[in-house]
């Protein structure tokens, strides 16, 4: 439920505070806090007051995790997001990328704590992903809490054209062009990477299925289910990553498996050794299509 007011002005600020160093532990925390052991407040530079529409964007989240269409992606390091983000543009803006829903929440721990990042189709803006940012933050009495932090509209209009748009804060009139584009960044980096990361074969992606029995016994007591939810496995990823100089990580074609890392093999001539020249055509190698995602997340 939301918090009172006063008592969620208290929350905030003591959360803006400890956003790194008292992280929600877990993706489990974090999701459980969502369904009802803990509280949401919202960043009040956002001009949400209405509180129907406050409670309008706490129920969309809360009907996606409790619907198990929730993806913890593990620890992300910044630069990760930083890096692919900026690799895996081109193929992003291209359409190459597929949601594995048409709305879902991805979680994830950084070294600025630990966030949520819930994306929908935008209800206004025709084509556009709504980014609802979110921060989980352990409050001294144990109980998890999460802080709706920013929101971003992303739309692709094309090749090198995507328009990002930040929700409008009250101190938006003060804020730099720096300051905008830095704010729409922290929504669109982890979404592009995300996407690619679920696009690569090479990188396992498990179901957490939903504890039956539990769920058998906290329906007696009229407790909420816990939902299953999915977890793309990318430790072996992160540290193949950064255990690499900055120059090699530029150039890597491989991943920290034996195939490759999906990537987007443009069509190119290829130049063979008795003088002939070839048109290689495009294509994807070691990915992850909409056919198998749809396979993988909606179990039949």
């Known amino acids: 439920m939301l918090m009172p007011q006063e008592e969620a002005v208290k929350a905030v600020t003591w959360i803006f505070e400890h956003l790194a160093s008292s992280p929600t532990r877990s993706p489990e925390a974090f999701r459980n806090a969502i369904l009802g052991d803990g509280g949401i407040a919202i960043n009040p ?96 009495n144990g109980v998890n809490a999460i802080l709706l932090y920013d929101m971003v ?82 430790k072996d990823y992160v540290a193949h990553f950064l255990s690499l100089s900055s120059k090699t990580r530029g150039e890597a074609k491989g991943g920290h498996h034996a195939s490759p890392t999906a990537h987007w093999r443009r069509s190119h001539l290829r130049h063979l050794a008795d003088g002939r020249v070839v048109q290689v055509k495009s294509a994807k190698v070691n990915w992850r299509d909409n056919e198998t995602l749809h396979r993988m997340f909606y179990k039949l």
């Open 45 to 140: 530079m956002l001009q949400i007051r209405d509180e129907g529409h406050a409670v309008f964007l706490k129920d969309l989240i809360h009907r996606t995790v409790a619907e198990g269409r929730m993806i913890d992606f593990g620890y992300l390091p910044n630069t990760i997001i930083k890096t692919e983000s900026t690799r895996a543009r081109q193929m992003f803006e291209a359409g190459e990328f597929v949601h594995p829903y048409d709305s879902w929440l991805a979680t994830t721990s950084w070294e600025g704590g630990f966030n949520g990042y819930y994306f929908c189709p935008h209800p206004q803006w025709d084509g556009a992903v709504l980014v609802i940012e979110l921060y989980g933050v352990q409050m001294p």
């Open 153 to 234: 509209s992303i739309k692709i209009e094309g090749p090198n054209h995507t328009i990002v748009s930040p929700a409008i804060m009250d101190a938006a009139q003060m804020m730099t062009d720096e300051e905008l584009r830095a704010r729409g960044s922290n929504s669109l980096d982890p979404l592009v990477t995300m996407l690619r990361l679920l696009a690569d074969a090479s990188i396992p992606v498990v179901a957490k299925p939903a504890p039956d029995r539990l769920n058998k016994a906290r329906a007696k007591h009229g407790k909420y289910q816990i939902p299953g939810h999915h977890q793309v496995q990318t």
